[in-house]
């Protein structure tokens, strides 16, 4: 049961930071148009993690809810990865760290769909429309950038060269991911990644940009090992929580 909960907590994890990244990023959008999109992608991500947590929750039994699971756990205990904690530097950053993070979650959700767990399975497909607009939306705007101006590639390829060094971690396997995968409920990443980097690197292509090549790479957030990025995130996501416990809407 708990290998279960934690494979949850990695899964929604990423859509949670991720979701509050996003609403950092509420009236600051390049146009009205482009500001409304990014706002209602944060909107699905939170839902997505809503149903997420809600199992869990019941899983977990007693008094958990999804608000406590959201609110009231410890740094250490949050499972995401480290790309989605990184934070808005610019557009770019933006909507970068979204491409690197969207490429892997459709293709995360199109193998859950398939899931021995009716719940998590219904949920993913549930979410799939969702995360094939927000891969789509993020993809294009990588190509309008890198085929741009001068000014929009340059940042978009720093954002690139600096984000691409937390990709890795994306299809990193903790014990809790390896025990859901050999019964069946998780979904075995490792096999998504060549896929993911060939996708990447075709977007890349079209859009001008250069593909970084490097050895190394920074992971540890699936442990709970995050960046600093991190406590300061919590303390924004969690404060209502704290301040007033156990208020309700």
């Known amino acids: ?17 991720l979701g509050q990244r996003l609403g950092e990023l509420c009236g600051h959008g390049p146009s009205l148009e482009t500001d409304i999109a990014m706002t209602n992608i944060s909107l699905d991500l939170f839902g997505q993690v809503r149903s997420y947590y809600q199992y869990a929750a019941k899983l977990i039994g007693g008094d958990a809810t999804e608000d406590t699971i959201a609110f009231l756990r410890k740094e250490r205990d949050y499972k995401n990865v480290l790309l989605v ?34 719940t998590l399975s219904a949920i993913a497909k549930k979410s799939i429309k969702e ?3 927000h ?5 294009d705007w990588i190509r309008r950038l890198g085929d741009g101006t001068e000014e929009s590639h340059n940042r978009v390829q720093k954002a690139i060269n600096d984000l691409w060094i937390f990709t890795d971690e ?14 069946g409920i998780g979904v075995d990443t490792t096999l998504l990644k060549s896929n993911y980097y060939k996708k990447i690197g075709s977007i890349l292509e079209e859009a001008a940009l250069q593909t970084p090549s490097i050895e190394y790479y920074q992971k540890g957030g699936k442990q709970g090992i995050h960046s600093e990025h991190m406590g300061y995130i919590l303390t924004e996501l969690q404060y209502m929580q704290r301040t007033f416990p156990n208020m309700t809407w």
Do not use: C, W
Request: hydrophobic share 40%; glycine share 2%.
């Open 131 to 133: 995360v094939m607009y």
């Open 170 to 183: 994306l299809f990193h396997q903790n014990d809790f991911d390896k025990a859901m995968v050999s019964e």
């Open 1 to 17: 049961m708990n290998n279960l909960i934690q494979y949850i907590y990695g899964i929604a994890d990423n859509s949670l930071i």
């Open 85 to 118: 904690e990184q934070p808005n530097q610019d557009f770019a950053y933006s909507i970068t760290k979204q491409f690197l993070f969207d490429i892997f979650h459709l293709a995360l959700l199109e193998e859950l769909q398939n899931s021995n767990d009716e």
């Open 135 to 139: 891969s789509r939306f993020s993809s």
